[in-house]
């Protein structure tokens, strides 16, 4: 299983910025796709995850209504589209992969990482 992150940069608060995940070694029907964040100092956070049934998507709160997590499953990539982007929003973004259906939130459960990629947003 490899998991790729990859669209991070630099961005002005308010504007939009979209990431994109390259994924190989597994079919999309095995394993649920989620995104996670972790600025300096503060643990990973959950931000979505998209369900290998039905490709059902579920967003923290804290993203709800400006981020969406999709997937393209063509290209083996899934996508966090980011709008109204706030400076909170700055960190690193991983992309991660797990067994489960609908995996917890909490990112020590998840089974696969890929390397993150950052997101800075200035104000």
């Known amino acids: 299983v490899q998991l790729q992150a990859s669209g991070g940069g630099l961005v002005q608060a308010g504007g939009s910025l979209r990431l994109s995940c390259a994924f190989s070694?597994?079919?999309?029907?095995?394993?649920?796709l989620g995104w996670f964040r972790q600025s300096p100092g503060k643990e990973r956070e959950f931000i979505a995850r998209?369900?290998?049934?039905?490709?059902?998507?579920y967003h923290a709160d804290s993203v709800e209504g400006r981020f969406t997590v999709s997937r393209d499953i063509a290209k083996n990539t899934m996508y966090l589209q980011m709008n109204n982007l706030k400076s909170e929003d700055t960190a690193v973004y991983y992309c991660?992969?797990?067994?489960?259906?609908?995996?917890?939130?909490?990112?020590?459960?998840?089974?696969?990482w890929g390397e993150g990629t950052l997101v800075t947003v200035s104000s």
């Open positions: 991660a992969a797990d067994r489960a259906a609908f995996p917890t939130t909490g990112p020590t459960t998840w089974d696969y």
């Open positions: 998209i369900s290998k049934v039905q490709g059902r998507t």
């Open positions: 070694g597994f079919h999309f029907s095995t394993l649920s």
